[in-house]
């Protein structure tokens, strides 16, 4: 196993192995760029079947954070951590205090929130021992679902305008694959707006609140792919642009909040010479990072949704440069990040 020939590692800062005898933790805490300011990253627990899969795991998770957070146009970097354990069974406020201890000895490099497999309660624990954390109940965003779908909402809108040339979503259809947090706030916002729904989820009762609430039509999970829409909403799994799913797909924008939409970065350019626009998934999900990120005593959600609308004029510019620069929205939106990231904010020292 290695970290700095390892072909995920790129550039990063720091990366720091902590290990606490008396509660087990073994956790990688990973800080990619902090030129924008501190980083900030969920943590994750995973039962990692190999420490190298771990390293692999961070040293992408924490990249992935500074070109959303520099997209998102916070001021903040790019970082994550890993507890390798199962959170099914290895979870202790004894483990979660030693992971507070970690953090805190970083001295505010990097901030730690929720990610898969840890719950606020888990990061309240660590929260004890630090307050570099984001994400907790007493900083006053709380859960991020909302935010996260109105960002999507703002972002499936600048893809419509862009694509379809029109502001309006009435009489458009869009099909929603996960009614889950964010799927069942994102068809509300839609449904207002005029939308129809077609909709999938394999939660049986997910869907009959769908097709109560928003007269949505439902179809199996294996039938939303060919659905006939305009819009594919992915708000449930990673990897829905493959092979298979690009030969029935008929919507003309793909816009939701899944993480990983794309099986590989190839069928962003397939989806491109298609014709078909894509809002590169960073980018349009954005919304619960923003939201946490204006965290703390003076927290105004107001002030945060105005910053998370931002995401409809970010992605229009991404889709205007990926245009003129005939590369896939995925590439165009890398692009501008970096930008955005390798030249220090001049807000940099303040926001730590
Ligand atoms: P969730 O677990 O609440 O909802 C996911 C839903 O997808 C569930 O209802 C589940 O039953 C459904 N589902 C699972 N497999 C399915 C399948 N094969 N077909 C159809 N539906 C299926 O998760 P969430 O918080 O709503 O997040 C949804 C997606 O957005 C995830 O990929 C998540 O990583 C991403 N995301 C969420 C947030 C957030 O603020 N919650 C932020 C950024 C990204």
């Excluded at 970082?79 to 959170?87: E, L």
């Excluded at 990897?239 to 899944?258: M, P, R, W, Y």
Aim: with cysteine.
């Amino acid at each position: 196993m290695s970290v700095f020939s390892s072909p995920d590692f790129d550039n990063h800062e720091q990366v720091v192995f902590c290990h606490d005898a008396a509660s087990g933790l073994k956790a990688i805490i990973a800080i990619h760029n902090t030129n924008r300011g501190p980083s900030l990253g969920g943590c994750r627990m995973w039962p990692y079947a190999s420490e190298a899969e771990a390293v692999t795991d961070v040293l992408r998770l924490s990249r992935g954070m500074t070109y959303k957070s520099a997209l998102a146009k916070l001021p903040y970097g790019g970082g994550k951590s890993v507890i390798i354990g199962d959170p099914r069974l290895d979870k202790s406020p004894a483990l979660f205090r030693a992971m507070g201890r970690a953090v805190q000895r970083l001295a505010g490099r990097y901030i730690v929130a929720e990610d898969v497999g840890i719950s606020v309660p888990d990061v309240e624990i660590m929260e004890r021992e630090t307050r570099h954390v984001a994400g907790t109940t007493a900083g006053g965003a709380g859960d991020p679902s909302p935010a996260t779908a109105y960002g999507v909402y703002m972002g499936l809108r600048a893809a419509v305008r862009h694509k379809l040339g029109r502001d309006k979503l009435d009489g458009l259809t869009v099909a929603v694959q996960g009614l889950g947090h964010v799927g069942t706030y994102l068809c509300k916002h839609l449904a207002e707006a005029g939308a129809r729904l077609v909709v999938t989820d394999i939660n049986e009762a997910a869907v009959q609140t769908a097709v109560t609430e928003f007269d949505a039509e439902r179809v199996t999970p294996d039938e939303i792919y060919a659905a006939g829409c305009d819009v594919f909403a992915p708000c449930a799994l990673g990897a829905v642009i493959n092979d298979d799913t690009l030969q029935v797909l008929k919507a003309k924008v793909v816009a939701g909040s899944a993480n990983n939409q794309l099986h590989e970065p190839r069928h962003g350019e397939i989806l491109r010479q298609r014709g078909v626009l894509y809002a590169p998934d960073y980018v349009i999900n954005a919304g619960g990072v923003i939201d946490i990120s204006h965290e703390g005593r003076d927290y105004d959600k107001d002030r945060a949704f105005a910053h998370v609308a931002e995401i409809h004029d970010t992605l229009l510019e991404i889709f205007r440069r990926a245009e003129a620069e005939g590369i896939a929205t995925g590439e165009a939106a890398d692009r501008i990040a970096e930008e955005r990231f390798r030249r220090p904010e001049p807000h940099n020292s303040a926001a730590a």
